[in-house]
């Protein structure tokens, strides 16, 4: 791929408008990405503005991620199907329409129903914006666009808390969607005009409708299942119980059809490689680990720690901030060290900061918290970068691209998952932190004592003595979940010796958002 081709003799495209091209590319990947993290610190103005709980609001985020992954491992078979170009236009006009109706929404259902079409929508534009810049760039120049194309990967995430808290704080949450809007539609005509003239012949397969079915139900009972779970009491309801065996029953039919399917919808062959099976196990704990952290600080810090959206956003962007001036030397250093030392390296890394997290107090300010969340960029890198390219090089050539959406979209799964059990826990440590505090809180009555003795009338001293064991449950709640998040990078690191040097080096780039 020296020069690029085009199917229907035009010449194609170089100079400015082959750095054009590259920009619309790039900001499709990057909305795709910023739309997975600019809902974490507008989850409490979004439930409050439908009149739902917190714990009910992260559906606003798990129903994105949960479809976003369901699609990604399709974007191949529809783009061999209908044409790259074509699937990534129709994937960017129904992302932004799809955005309006989330800011349109009057109910938390309504809003569910369009976050799920909107990851419908946004997973292919991930990995076929990467697609179509190998396709259009001369192979001399592709890795500077495959770099640019990486830094909105890295550059979305800081900017999705920050620009999610400011819009909500000056605007309203509606907002945080309808800027999608003019993007998609612009990217959308620009690059359907700059860009068919790349289209490749289509490729007739037949889809895995099976397959696919198996997928979706399994999936979406496992993520109803979690999410529900806290609100029903668990297994102590029918629906969860019905929806666990829907899940399990899914599932195992799922791997055993897809085993034996001619052209399975998702290529589970992949994982007869060693290497590739512990590299999908060690991005996915330690993905888990960090992504429901990255949703717990701004719930916490908003709800219980007086912040802003806009605050909150603040203090959490500092992680991607500091990953982005790492990532280049991360993505030196994994050509030329063994990539498992510096995964272990980076996820120990990890790891260690969140466990001195364990310590936090009500007491901490602005940059107390934000102290360990920059400490967290530098590692970041050094465990997501060297694991893609591991992880790829452990699997044929032949078989790149359908390992690269298998890890994406287990890598995204594990996200959602991690959602809404650390949300579910954490709000079960609250109330049990609550119940046994309340009868070591205050024995001598000696606060008690100093309240009355101020004037305070009886029912406003139970009250303060109240918000005061309330605050401390959620410290305490906290700081055990970020030891539980702590222990789960520990054991990540440890996974990743289980794999085998790899023979071969893959860009890391390769292996999409």
């Known amino acids: 791929m020296s020069q690029p081709q085009t199917a229907n003799g035009q010449a194609p495209l170089s100079g400015g408008m082959l750095w054009a091209a590259a920009v619309i590319l790039a900001a499709a990947n990057f909305i795709a990405v910023l739309d997975m993290t600019i809902a974490n610190v507008s989850v409490p103005n979004i439930a409050g503005g439908l009149g739902a709980t917190t714990s009910q609001g992260t559906w606003v985020i798990t129903s994105y991620a949960v479809a976003e992954a369901i699609t990604v491992p399709l974007t191949g078979w529809l783009a061999a199907r209908f044409g790259a170009v074509r699937v990534f236009v129709t994937a960017m006009a129904a992302f932004g329409a799809f955005s309006a109706l989330c800011g349109l929404s009057n109910s938390l259902g309504m809003l569910v129903f369009a976050r799920i079409c909107q990851g419908l929508a946004g997973g292919p534009l991930m990995p076929l914006s990467q697609t179509l810049l190998l396709r259009?760039?001369?192979?001399?120049?592709?890795?500077?666009?495959i770099g640019l194309w990486s830094m909105t990967t890295l550059v979305a995430p800081v900017l999705g808390p920050l620009l999610g808290g400011h819009l909500c704080d000056e605007y309203s949450w509606p907002w945080i969607f309808w800027i999608n809007l003019p993007i998609a539609l612009l990217c959308g005509f620009i690059a359907w005009n700059m860009l068919k003239r790349y289209e490749l012949p289509l490729t007739?397969?037949?889809?895995?409708?099976?397959?696919?079915?198996?997928?979706?139900?399994?999936?979406?009972?496992?993520?109803?299942?979690?999410?529900?779970?806290?609100?029903?009491?668990?297994?102590?309801?029918h629906e969860i119980v019905a929806l666990a065996v829907i899940a399990v029953v899914g599932f195992a039919a799922f791997l055993i059809w897809e085993l034996h399917e001619e052209h399975p919808v998702v290529d589970l062959r992949v994982f007869r490689h060693r290497g590739f099976s512990v590299s999908v196990l060690t991005i996915s704990l330690a993905f888990a680990a960090f992504f429901g952290a990255n949703v717990l600080t701004p719930q916490w810090l908003q709800s219980y720690m007086g912040y802003t959206a806009t605050s909150a956003g603040m203090a959490t962007c500092w992680t991607g901030i500091f990953a982005v001036f790492v990532a280049p030397i991360a993505a030196t250093l994994s050509h030329r060290v063994d990539p498992r030392k510096l995964v272990f390296c980076g996820v120990i890394w990890l790891g260690i900061i969140t466990l001195t997290r364990t310590v936090a107090t009500t007491d901490m300010d602005y940059w107390s918290v934000s102290r360990p969340l920059m400490l967290m960029g530098l590692g970041l890198p050094f465990f997501f970068v060297p694991l893609t390219g591991l992880a790829l090089a452990s699997v044929e050539e032949r078989e790149t691209a359908s390992a690269a959406g298998l890890m994406n979209f287990l890598r995204t799964l594990s996200g959602a998952i991690a959602t809404s059990l650390i949300t579910t826990v954490w709000d079960d440590q609250i109330t049990r932190n609550h119940a046994e505090l309340v009868g070591l809180a205050d024995q001598d009555q000696s606060i008690r004592t100093l309240l009355e003795s101020s004037g305070m009338a009886a029912d406003a001293v139970l009250q303060s003595i109240d918000r005061l064991v309330t605050s401390q449950s959620v410290m305490l709640a906290t700081n055990q979940m970020m030891a539980a998040v702590g222990i789960a990078f520990l054991f990540a690191a440890s996974a990743i010796w289980l794999a085998p040097k790899p023979r071969r080096k893959v860009d890391a780039s390769a292996g999409g958002h």
């Open 136 to 145: 259009i760039f001369p192979k001399e120049k592709a890795a500077a666009a």
């Open 204 to 237: 007739r397969n037949p889809i895995d409708r099976v397959g696919l079915a198996l997928l979706i139900v399994w999936v979406g009972a496992l993520q109803l299942m979690l999410d529900e779970g806290k609100d029903l009491d668990w297994f102590s309801s």
